[in-house]
């Protein structure tokens, strides 16, 4: 089942705006709706104001109408089972209950399952999601 993410999350990775760090990722959700919405990463020069590709994914789910991840796939060009950054871990905690699988990704595939919790112990959690 995670290899349609899989496949949305590299197909995003390509479309990122990297220009500065060249370091490309991507991430594909699966929401509550059955749908998926894939994100890249877009940096600007006046860094840190670009946005990582797991916002970019949130923001397509919650624009369209998606309110709950149910799983996710991450995939960096230059880092195979790349985990994301603190920042994200805790965005996707906000539309992500503790159970929710994680999927790192390499060149090949999925690597890597983890769930909500592991990614991110101890998360603030909220009452509106999850």
Same mark, same amino acid.
């Given at each position: 089942?995670? %290899?349609?993410l899989?496949? /949305? /999350? ?8 990297a !220009? ?21 990463n877009? %940096? ?10 797991? +916002? ?8 369209a109408? =998606?309110?709950?991840?149910? %799983?996710i796939a991450?995939i960096? &060009? ?15 905690? &906000?539309?992500?209950?503790?159970? +929710? ?16 919790? %592991?990614?991110? !112990?101890?998360?603030?959690? +909220?009452?509106?999601? =999850?």
């Amino acid at each position: 089942m995670a %290899e349609d993410l899989y496949l /949305a /999350a590299k197909a995003a990775m390509a479309k990122c705006h990297a !220009p500065y760090s060249k370091f490309p990722v991507g991430a594909a959700i699966r929401a509550d709706d059955g749908k998926i919405y894939a994100g890249a990463n877009i %940096e600007n020069l006046s860094f840190p104001e670009g946005w990582c590709a797991e +916002t970019t994914a949130i923001s397509h789910m919650v624009m369209a109408g =998606g309110r709950k991840i149910v %799983e996710i796939a991450v995939i960096a &060009e230059k880092l195979a089972l790349c985990p994301p950054c603190g920042g994200c871990r805790q965005r996707i905690r &906000e539309f992500a209950d503790q159970g +929710t699988k994680i999927y790192l990704c390499d060149d090949v595939g999925v690597g890597k399952t983890m769930t909500m919790d %592991e990614l991110l !112990p101890h998360s603030f959690q +909220t009452d509106v999601i =999850g």
